[in-house]
Structures are given as structure tokens and as C-alpha cells.
């Protein structure tokens, strides 16, 4: 409590009162996070409602399901009411099957009297319950796996590729003296002119070309060298004396070996940044996937996700549940490494 | 054996030439210390040497074989720098055993070298440390460390003490030079400090503007300097030098003072413009020689230094054992011993020693 | 995962120092440069002039040398005008539309993030207690996919979702939100707002920890105002990042794309398509695939985002040398 205390009263004010400012600030930050948490919280919570609650105008809070109770004689576990009104008031009868305003019931009890009910004086007997079979017939009617592994193989490659791309590139044009230097470098900041949205057409055509349409390759290796790492790795590797280079150099080391034994382990803090950007880049990519995947087999989370949303219009449980294992991933990273993000952002300024 | 010999050796930058013709012949286990003045290209040779830097002219020999187009790390050469270099994300023993694991060498030889390579410069108990949790001298004798264990044919040293306060440097130059006489190898040691050349030092060549101005040993180069910039940089404090014209035998200053010069051992013509050089110990407070004025005064205890002008405001350095009495604003006349006084010719910069 | 890689590395060493032996260490840099300067020739350099090609060919076949010469046919359609702010007087009136949409869209979206991400860095960098805790709280929308993004305001927004409920309940009355032109544009905005101004929040308020605390010590001294400090100190110093953000907000809201697309699919009819949509749907979603009137748009929108990344460099430029 004390520390809540500390928080609330952590002013501008003097003599540890809040000034009016401090309550409008609080209030905003506060705003914030129902604004910014709360549609994932209620993304999360109806994910785990059952097709009959998702239903239900107005929604409730939390997941609710009818209680149903086992009754001897009937296979399949019967729905609970409980009686409002009528003569049966105050009793709780399961359901047998209903019949216009009319419904057949019986007691639990005494489950061999049926007794007709009006529909007006019952209502259901509810207890919070976790649909979860929302999301284990995610992995009965689709193929759900395959997606997560396409997306996953994408992400991963996709990275491991740039990563090591781009740290040869930056480690060049970072360490050596050679003359094509400076033009090399401005090749570098014209590419980042180009993003991808600008020459899908032609794009299209190499891809198609390099035989490369409807693979996951040809998702990840047009994307595979970007200016960004090129710059953010540079712009570290520069900083590492060069002197510890001749080091190796005397110590017998050759080029290659100073590149991978020295200076990637000297460039983890922003190799690690960029790793941490490009997999969020890959997860969450979607234009260009949209573009080179077409058939359901090869599709992403992403593409599968956007395809449902068209062909499922109505059938909210197995697309909530579905959103929700997509920004499960990026939310794990973001739960671990956001002090990184934050950093890593700040620090290449943006793209 | 490990000569190396430098023919000719000259370096340039597009039109900027840096080294401008070297010839040095460094023998199988000198200690040889290049010095000079920041900007003299002494770092350049060094680099040079080790093939970190391309050599732009001239022959570059170890062994008689000329290495010129070899690469660095197949000249069987070790050095030190600087900064130390050591790779910050590796442990003092990987720091160690990272040559010897590109050479090759079976892991079981590269544990017992590193071990008997620590344990010589005691630095055995900090193996599993990192150079980050290192003290300066700690750093210093890992450098060094990770070069000794290579045994390379030749050592050589970047300023390696340039980052360490001035106990520790004393202490470590003592020590560098015990593992000379330990290891007999031959070291090429670059400094801008000639009290490290002078005390370490087999050999000092003595650098200015990309050419040697001497090369010798440290007492060669201090009795008997080829020039006024050797004469000037080599001791401590610096030599004095009093400019005149040789008139009857003797030296006529400008001030109209006249000084007696040596009748042996210099070449000297009637009239010459000669450049006197005299070392702060050769003079002392008289009764004979050059008016001076008092302008500063350190009594050290044991010995003493007195800082004076003469009458053209010509600044001279005294040093004189014991406790002097002389007081700032004294006028005093400086005693010449003339018997230990260097001759240059004031237009060649050149001794003119015979 | 260091046991992988370890030999990988040591089999890629063999010809890499078979080739430095070759080239020298200086020119062993180009060895290093060359995956990286292959991909980005064949994926951006190369593309950059085969749009050109194909911005003046015609036919839905995708092999440049199948494609028919057309001149300047498809610039010609795609600006054939009777009145360029009205899209209804034009040849290709969904192109226009999506240049419309487009601007409106970019104008009030980064009118919006540059403010909401203004005021809230301004709050975040004030003496608060667990900023980084709100710092990421403002920042965790960054990371979700846009597909994603989409979805949960969908699924909020239906008509029986939980925003109509609450104002059902509070007697507004619910409104079938994506269904209405305006209001399906108007959610577009605020989606994209929501999704990514915590990034720009980010950026600024790293500005804003850049100025030093001493000027506003200084400043206090001289007696201004919080107002005046703000306006005087705070804005002139912080400028440069905002700046940077404006710039920044402007070439990735032209190229808007994924999470409106996933949200409202452009619609209702074209109240929400977009340039990047236009290309998409000429290129690739359409039949005949008009592979020289998308190529012929992105020149358009390249040119855009050219000139508004001439001027984030120069931007950027000057506030190293400032």
C-alpha cells in the first residue's frame, strides 16, 4: 500500500500535495491504459466466451456458460434453468427441449415427471466458465499448425539471414578503408529510399522469376538485406577500437575470424536490437506475403488470420481465439524485451 | 635469430609522405626503442614492422627474408598497444589463448603455455577474469602476456605504458625489461618519452619528420649527439644552447660575452657560426663565464635546479647537487665546463664533433 | 545453438581466407558487402527500373517482353481529369479516390499522432513514478500485428459489440459503425493513431530527455511560467525530433495499407481504399491483372515518398551538424 501511496503522491507539487497538473497527468496516463490494454483484454476474455455468450447483446464482463447437470436416462448433459415465476417458482429444472414459448422440463430429482414450463418464467443458471474449446478446435478444423509453423520458419530465416547479412555489410563499411566506400553507402541510403510498396509489380516479376511464387522463400529473401540493420549495426561497429582488430590480426586471426569471433560478440547489444525488430518486422509482415502466398498451405498467421476474418463473417469464437495465439508470440517478446524495443526504436529513430 | 633490418623504408599517404627513407639494423636481441616527438612517424614504422601498415617503399627484412608482402599475423611477430586491445568479451585466458588457437596449437600446450605465461607475470589468479574487472597494470600485463605466450620471433610495443600513472609506469618498465633479459628476444619499443628510451633502451633510434636523426645507444646518443634535436631531446632536463661566432678560438655570443672552447676532440674554423651546447650539470654557479638573472628556483633536497636568462633573454637550465643558495632576482655568472660542452654547427644542426 | 553455428563459421572461413590471401584485406571488404549489395540490387535497385518498364507497358502478361509498348498511355489514364478534386470527372475515378482518401487520411492521421503522442510524451516526461511501466503501456500497440490490430476493433466496433452496448446502455444508441462511410473513415484514423503513436512517443520523448535539465533550472530562476518554459524552452529546443516525427508520420501513413485493409477491406465502397490498396487491387487482386496501371501508380506514390525522404535526411542531417 505505502508504495501506491508513494505513486499517487509523486508530485510536482511541494510539501507532498498534488498539484491540479499531477491529477490531469495521472488521469490521462490512466485513460491510457484502459485505452491501450483494455480492447486486448476484452480481445482475450471474449476468446474464451462460447458461441451463445459471444451472442449475447449486451455482452457480459466475463465468459459465462449454462451450468448443465447429468440426468439418468438422457446421453448428453441436460441445461439448467431456474424457475421465475409460474408454479414451479424458485425451482431449478433441467431442460429437455423446447417448444415454441413452451418448454419441456424436468427435476433433476425426479427426472421421470416432465413438466411444461413458459419460457418467460425460467431463466438459465450460469457459472463463469473458460471456453477453451475455442482454441483446441483451432487445431481440429484448421490447419493451424502448419500457419504457425510457416510463420515461425518465415520469422526465424528471415532473420538469421538478415542478421548476418547485414553485419558482414555494416562490419565493411565500418572497419575498412577502401576506395567506393562513400558510394557504397549512399547505394545504402537509396535503398532506403525504396520500400517495397513501391516496386511490387516488378518485385513480382523476380520473385515469380526466381521461381520463388507460392514458396516461403520468396517471403523471406527480397526482404532479406535492409538499410536499417545496415545503419543501426554500422553505427555500433564504429565505435569498437581498432586497435583490437590489429590485436587479432597479430594474434593470426584472419578477416573472417575477426568478424564473427570479435566483432559480433562485440556487437550483441545492437545485433540483439535488430534481431528483436526484424522478428517483429517478419511476424507481423503482410503485404508482400498477401502478394506471393496465395495458396492456404503456404499461408501465414497473418494471411490466414485476414482470410478467416472474410470466410468465418460470423463465427467469432475460432477467429478470437485465433487473434489471440497470433499476438501471443510478439506479446511473450514484448513482456521480456521491452526495455530493448524501446531502446532499439529510440535508437535507429525509426523505419 | 631474429635481425631486422630496414632498407630504405618510406610511407606515404596519396601526396603526404610520412616515413622518408629508413635504414636501421636492429640486432637478434636488442632492445630497440624508437622516440621522438608526437608526429615523427615512429608509430607508422612500428606498424610498418608488424604489416598492419603496407610498407610503400623499400625493403623490410626479418631474417634476412624480406617480409614486405607478408601479412601481419605470418611474420611471426607479437605486439602490444596502447590501449592494450584486449578483446573486452573474453576471459584473460581466452585473451591468451586466441593466437595460439589460430596457430593451431593442441588445446593441451595452449593450457600449460597460458598457465606458465601467467604465472611469469603473476597475473595466474585474474585467468578467469574479464578485462573490464582488470586495473590499468592488470590490463598492461595481460597485453603483454598475450604477446609473450605467442613466442614470437619479435616484440614489439606501441606506448604501451602512455596510459598508466607515473608509479605504475616506473615499475612496469622495470619490468618489461627483465622480461627482455629473461626472454633474449629481440623488442622494438615506440615512446615519446626518451627517460623510458634512456633507461630501457639497447638502442635508441631517435625519429623526427618520417627520418632517423641517430641511431645508437642511449649513452652514444647522450655523450656524443649527431645534432642540435638529438642533443635537445635525448636528457633531462634539456641541454642549453648558446649561439655565437668563433672568434680567436673562442665562441663571441651576442652579448658580447666571450666563452672558451675545447682545443681537442671538434672541428672548428676561424669565423663559423657555432651553436654551444651545454648540459644543465656541465654548468654551475662561478665566478667566470655567462651573466645570467635568476628567475626560478627548485631546491629538491638533494640536488637543486636553478632556471636563469641571459642578457638576450636566453633561457638556461642549471643543475647543481645539493642545496643551492641562489635566490630568485640573483644576478649570477655560470661556470662553462668546457671539457663537457657539444659544438654544432648553428647552420647544419650537425655536431661538429670530429 | 552456438554448436550450429560454430562450424558453419569455420566452413565459410576456408574460402574466405583463400580469398583474402587472393585480394588483400582491404578488398576482402567487398567480399563482406557482396550478399548484401546482391540482395539489395536484384530486390530494390533492380525493381526501381523495371517499374519503369512496366509503367509503360500494357496487358496483363507479367513477362516484361510479352508486355506491349504503350508510351505513356497509363500515366495518361490514370491522370485523364475533367476535375482532379473530383474523382467522379475521372477516367480512373478509384485511383483518384484513393489519392483523396489518401491525403485526408495522412492529414488528420498525423495531425492526430502528432499530437496524442505530443501531449502523452510531454506527461510521460514529466516527475512520474513508473514511467517505463506507462511508457510501454503506450507502446505496446507497436508491436501487434496490423491483421491483428484490425481485429480487435472489429470485434469491438460490430453492431452488437461492446462500444454499441455501452451506448445502448447509456442511452446514445448504438451506431453500425463500419457500415457508415464517415464514420468507417473516421475509425480508420483512430485505429492507426492507436496502433502506432507510441512510437512516435517513443522518438519524442527521447527528444525531450535530451534537453538538458539545467535550461529548465535557468529558466525557473528566471521566473517563467510552466506555460511560458513550455513554449519558450521546451517547443524551440524539442522542434528538430519534431520534426523528424512529422516527416517520418507522413511517409508511413502514405503507404497505409495492411491494417485498413484487414479492417474495413476499403470499404465501405472505396471510403477507405487507400494508394497502396489501389496498386494491390490493380496488380494482384484484380482480373486482368493491370500489372502497367499499378506500376504506373507506384511511380506516382515513389515520387511522393522520395521527395518526403530527401527531406527527412536533410532533416536528419541538420540536426547532427545542429
Redesign the interface.
Known sequence: MAKVW??LT???GKNGKLHW??WV??G??FL??F???G??V??VI?SFKTEADL?R???TLLPYAQETVMVDGYDAPLPLFVMTGGEYEGQTLAQLRRVGSQAQMIDPANPDERLRVDIANREPVEKLSLATENYTSLFERFNFLQFFWNSTFITVTATAIML???S??A???SK???RG?NF?LL?????????Q??????????V?QLGMFNSLWGVI?????T?TG?FLLRQYMITI?D??L????????????I????IV??S?PAIAVLAILAI?WR??D??WP??ILTQSENFTL?LA??SF??ELQTD?TS??AM?VL??LP??C??AFL??Y??TG??ST??? | MADVTLTNIEKSYGAAHVIKGVDLDIKHGEFCVFVGPSGCGKSTLLRMISGLEPISGGDLKIDEEVVNDVAAADRGLAMVFQSYALYPHMTVRQNLSFGLENLNTPKAEITQKVDEVAKMLQIDQLLARRPKDLSGGQRQRVAIGRAVVREPRVFLFDEPLSNLDAELRVDMRGEISRLHRRLGNTMIYVTHDQVEAMTMADKIAVLRDGLVEQYGTPLELYNTPGNIFVAGFIGSPKMNFLKGKVQGGALALATGETLALPTVGFNITEGAEVTMGVRPNALQPGSNGVHARVTGVEILGGESYIYATTDNDLALTVHSPGQTSVEIGNDITLAIDTNDVHLFDTGTTKSLRT | MLAIISPIMRIIEIPMLALQRLLGIHKLAWVFLLPNLLLFGIFAFLPVILNVFYATTGGDNVLLMDRPQVGLRNFATLTDCGNYLDPNSCREDKFWRAVWNTTWFVTLQVGFMVGFSLLTAIILNREIKARGFFRSVFFFPVLLSPVVVALIWKWILQREGVLNAVLDWSGIGGVNWLVSADWAFGWSVFLSVWANMGFYTLILLAGLQAIPRDVYAAATMDGASAWRTFRKITLPLLSPTMLVVLVLAMIRGVQTFDEVYAFTGGGPGTATTFMIQYIYEEGFAGAPRLFGLAAAASLLLAGILVLLTLVQLWVNRRNVDG
Request: charged residues 15%; aromatic residues 14%.
Open positions: 508513494d505513486f509523486a508530485t510536482r497538473t499531477d497527468s495521472y490521462y496516463l491510457g491504459i485505452l491501450m490494454f480492447p486486448v476484452w480481445l471474449s451472442q447483446f449486451p455482452p548476418l547479412v547485414n558482414m555489410a562490419f565493411a563499411l575498412y578503408e577502401f566506400r557504397v547505394l545504402v541510403i537509396g535503398t532506403l529510399m525504396i520500400p510498396t513501391v516496386v511490387l509489380v516488378p518485385l513480382f516479376l523476380i515469380t529473401i527480397p526482404g532479406a538485406a538499410p545496415v577500437p586497435e583490437i590489429d590485436a587479432a590480426r597479430m594474434d593470426k586471426a584472419s578477416e573472417w575470424k568478424f564473427w569471433r570479435i560478440p562485440l550483441a517483429m511476424w507481423n503482410f503485404l498477401l502478394i497473418q488470420l485476414n476474418q472474410g467469432w477467429l478470437l487473434t497470433t499476438l510478439i506479446a517478446v514484448f521491452q526495455r524495443i524501446a526504436i529510440a529513430g525509426g523505419k
